[in-house]
């Protein structure tokens, strides 16, 4: 059965659009008692608050649930939980006699909103569609699929989030076009080039897109809100290791949201932060104003400066300059495009437009669509909307240099392969490592590109189990885990060698190839018997 569900999991807020066919377009979906309705005038959106709550006598609170119920920096809170699953953070937060980790509080979050949502959409039983970073790794979409089971939906499809925003985008497409999608959400910021096809390039292949060129960092609102919580904390002289500091740092990163959301609108120029601890009385807070001078011994910060001094909109240009360059080996340059499409609720912010109009002129860039794109597309792409697509990561095989005496790693599938692949993409040969060996295998890696090299005193709010945030460095360790990650670490050796291979010996030949489906694909030649012991055989699947 077709799909016509799909469903955007952010890091702030959650959306669900279903596809009407009558209309040819995507409309959202209100899910009562976890929804409400956000943005400005005629662009309201039905949204589902990305946080859970877990309270001691075991019931659960979602969404506008925990808002309504003040439980939104109550400890047993959980949000920002999809940029904790991303970084594969380890924290857990102790409720109720258990400790709880990001990866099941937002499995419990999300499963629910599907269910739900497939209720109120009346798209019980269907395939479903989903939508993930463009810099997401094997083990997001993993966790994703247990969501997705869990709430009895079994089948569903990916789209990567920039891609799903250009079909969300719907009238402002005209085929023929190439776009910039910039997303710029709770956790990410991403960019996407792609083209809209016509008529004579779909002739008969159902693809309606093209994607040219795609990027991301993994910097958004939620960064945001830290480096807001890191100044307000520096003006008043405290340490957020601080006892009272620990106590108030959920209400004081709540507050530090709301006021980054009060200068994103139109008009406002001011927005005061302010917690009161009730034991003493005291007061932690500053003044963010939008921009302009910070008067001489007072707490007040522009919010703009502070922007500018986290290197914000060069990373924003970084990330638009990478997807540019990765289109232009297809062809395309920053003439071609069309508009650039704005869709995440950071991108409300007025410097972040100004931006993105300073590199492509104020005319191209639009954002009539920011909070309900993804979700509008991913419904689109549900109904069987299809794209021409290529690799997002580079992906590696570990090998260990006996000379230097660690492990290396050469790249087997680089980032930007179209698929499916006609012809070999990497041929390697597996020697064996010892006598009389009869299994060899073949480690494969997931890679990302270096977003941190562990000496610029990067930092990231973490939760500790009591739920209190801390501001803790990114170490190279943690920098290593997130950005290269063994994907098939659970079934690394399936060649047999018979009759046994001998230490050094060069045993089989391996081609890989990529299939329509995104799976990176194995044909081994036995260098002794001569057979073909494996043909096309799917090893891991690749994003």
């Not at 290791?241 to 106590?247: G, I, Q, T």
């Not at 139109?266 to 302009?292: F, H, K």
């Not at 954002?367 to 549900?382: I, K, M, Q, T």
């Amino acid at each position: 059965m077709a799909g016509r569900l799909g469903v955007d999991f952010g890091t702030s807020n959650t959306v669900a659009a279903v596809w009407d066919e009558a209309s040819g377009q995507g409309v959202t979906v209100g899910i009562p008692d976890y929804g409400r309705l956000l943005g400005h005038g005629a662009h309201r959106v039905p949204v589902v608050p990305s946080v859970i709550h877990y309270a001691e006598d075991g019931r659960q609170f979602l969404g506008d649930q925990v808002l309504s119920a003040g439980k939104y920096h109550a400890a047993g809170t959980f949000r920002w939980m999809k940029r904790y699953i991303s970084n594969r953070s380890p924290q857990k937060i102790a409720v109720g006699g258990r400790k709880v980790s990001h990866d099941e509080a937002g499995r419990d979050f999300l499963s629910t909103v599907l269910a739900f949502a497939a209720v109120e959409a009346g798209t019980e039983g269907e395939e479903i569609a989903l939508t993930a970073p463009v810099e997401s790794f094997e083990h997001y979409e993993d966790w994703l699929a247990e969501a997705a089971e869990t709430a009895g939906m079994p089948r569903f499809r990916l789209i990567d989030e920039p891609s799903a925003a250009v079909l969300g985008y719907g009238a402002h497409i005209r085929p023929g076009h190439a776009y910039l999608m910039f997303d710029f959400g709770g956790g990410t910021v991403q960019a996407a080039v792609v083209r809209v096809q016509d008529e004579d390039d779909r002739a008969g292949s159902g693809r309606y897109c093209r994607v040219l060129g795609k990027a991301g960092d993994d910097i958004g609102g939620s960064t945001i809100d830290q480096w807001i919580y890191e100044e307000l904390l520096a003006r008043c002289g405290r340490r957020d290791s601080d006892e009272d500091v620990r106590r108030l740092s959920r209400a004081l990163l709540v507050e530090c949201e709301r006021a980054k959301e009060a200068l994103s609108e139109p008009g406002r120029e001011r927005a005061e932060i302010s917690v009161m601890n009730p034991d003493t009385g005291a007061v932690l807070g500053i003044d963010l104003i939008r921009s302009g001078a910070e008067p001489p011994g007072e707490r007040v910060v522009s919010f703009e400066d502070l922007l500018d001094r986290r290197d914000l909109y060069s990373r924003i240009d970084r990330v638009v300059r990478r997807a540019l360059r990765a289109a232009a080996t297809r062809g395309y340059d920053e003439d071609d495009l069309a508009a650039v499409l704005m869709v995440g609720g950071s991108s409300l912010i007025p410097s972040v437009r100004r931006t993105l109009e300073r590199i492509f002129g104020r005319e191209r860039v639009l954002s009539d669509r920011p909070l309900d794109a993804v979700a509008r597309g991913a419904a689109a792409f549900a109904a069987g909307t299809d794209f021409y697509d290529h690799i997002q990561h580079d992906y590696a095989v570990r090998w260990f240099d006996r000379k230097s005496g660690r492990y290396e790693y050469r790249t087997c599938v680089k980032a930007g392969t179209a698929y499916p692949t006609t012809e070999p993409v990497h041929t390697m040969t597996v020697r064996a490592t010892q006598d009389g060996q009869r299994d060899l295998g073949i480690a494969i890696y997931e890679l990302a590109g270096r977003r941190h090299d562990g000496s610029t005193g990067e930092t990231e709010l973490v939760c500790d189990p009591s739920g209190a945030w801390r501001v803790r460095e990114i170490s190279a360790e943690d920098d290593d885990i997130r950005n290269r990650f063994w994907i098939n670490e659970q079934s690394p050796m399936f060649l047999h060698a018979k009759p046994p291979a001998s230490a050094g010996q060069a045993r089989f030949r391996v081609e890989f190839g990529i299939d329509a489906n995104k799976r990176l694909l194995l044909t081994a030649h036995d260098l002794v018997s001569g057979r073909v012991t494996h043909r096309d055989y799917p090893v891991v699947k690749l994003t």
